[in-house]
């Protein structure tokens, strides 16, 4: 990035010049349709404001249907021509995330587009190197009608200097500014998200975003701006980063969505955990799932048990079973031992789902000594 010649671009019109430079230009003589195929993919996972991306190696491959090797010529391709750029090294450094027992540092590639590109389509640039902009695009010309007239002049492109202030207007010998329309209010979003927010409040939740991603494996193909608003109902909550990461984990994927901002907006409108107090309605569908609680029998002695200010014990809150449902998906031992005993108890302050799950996995032969 702090070399290049080439300027920043978003996806789309990266793509566009990508397509040129292979098909029509012929800038580079070992360019194929595999370096087309590979660059779609990149510009599908692209972040549609920033133009980064994940390299991905393995993936871009497996979607592509070419091999490890053939992916990375084609992007060293793209490197040469000028539409690649290095944002970050990739390295061998465990970075220690949840659920997984190595995962190495990833590269991150930028879209650029070569002066070659403006050259030829006739764009004004304004700077130089990665953070250069357009300023100007050639105007088509205007075709004279079948009718015979004369056609119109063709316009020069707009200025994108200041427009000059509008003259002031005299009202009985005095001079006054002419009013300006009041602005339309803004309403809420039409996906019933979240409230509006100030241009400061999306800058933070998109650095919480980019807190809980490198956290949460299946949601690191997903751009920031997208998961930023997927998570805004954990914000609202008052949930910082790591506890939102702790929430996503505990949702125990096995699999990685296509979309995991859409998969996240999905789940967190049809469950209620996000309620401090609340319990997952999706426990009933979990297929580790017991149902003790729907038992009569045990309905009727939980009924007359003596309760806990009886026995003069502190009454758990709602932060402790939060606390716990929480943090305690790598204890699951404890979490199995506390059900052995106490099973009505561990329901209580870890709910059905997570000790279910420390069952069976003590059931499996998974702990450890």
């Known amino acids: 990035m702090s070399t290049t010649a080439a300027r920043h671009a978003q996806p789309r019109a990266w793509l566009r010049a990508v397509v040129w430079l292979v098909e029509e230009a012929g800038h580079h003589p070992r360019t194929s349709q595999a370096t087309l195929r590979i660059a779609r993919d990149l510009a599908g996972r692209m972040d549609y404001t920033a133009g980064t991306v994940l390299y991905d190696l393995d993936g871009t491959a497996a979607r592509c249907g070419l091999s490890r090797a053939t992916v990375k010529r084609h992007v060293g391709y793209l490197r040469e021509l000028g539409a690649l750029v290095w944002v970050r090294h990739g390295s061998r450094r465990n970075l220690r995330l949840p659920g997984r027992p190595y995962a190495g540092t ?22 130089q190197g990665f953070g250069a902009r357009v300023v100007g695009v050639p105007v088509p010309p205007v075709h004279t009608s079948a009718a015979g007239g004369s056609g119109r002049r063709v316009r020069e492109p707009q200025s994108l200097a200041a427009r000059p202030r509008k003259p002031v207007v005299e009202v009985d010998g005095t001079i006054e500014d002419t009013p300006r329309r009041r602005a339309r209010p803004r309403t809420a979003s039409p996906r019933g998200n979240s409230t509006p927010r100030s241009p400061l409040q999306v800058a933070a939740d998109i650095r919480t975003a980019a807190q809980v991603r490198p956290h949460v494996p299946w949601t ?16 609202d909550q008052g949930l910082n980063a790591h506890d939102i990461a702790a929430e996503l984990t505990s949702w125990w994927l096995s699999w990685r969505p296509a979309q995991p901002a859409a998969y996240i907006t999905a789940q967190l409108r049809s469950r209620t955990t996000v309620a401090p107090h609340a319990d997952l309605p999706a426990e009933a569908a979990h297929p580790h799932t017991a149902g003790p609680t729907r038992n009569p029998s045990w309905q009727a002695w939980l009924r007359q048990r003596p309760t806990a200010t009886e026995l003069h014990e502190p009454q758990r809150t709602d ?27 561990a329901l209580d302050l870890y709910g059905t789902r997570l000790c279910c799950y420390a069952v069976k996995r003590a059931s499996d032969g998974w702990r450890t000594l």
Do not use: F, K
Not at 109 to 114: F, L, Q, R, S, V
Not at 226 to 233: E, H, I, K
């Open 220 to 235: 690191q193909g997903e751009g920031l701006r997208r998961l930023a608003y997927a998570l805004r109902p954990l914000i």
């Open 319 to 345: 932060t402790d079973r939060r606390h716990a449902r929480l943090y305690s998906w790598d204890g699951w031992a404890e979490v199995a031992d506390h059900y052995a005993t106490d099973p009505d108890d």
């Open 106 to 127: 990833a590269t991150i590639y930028a879209a650029t587009i070569p002066h070659a590109y403006d050259r030829a389509h006739g764009n004004r640039i304004d700077g």
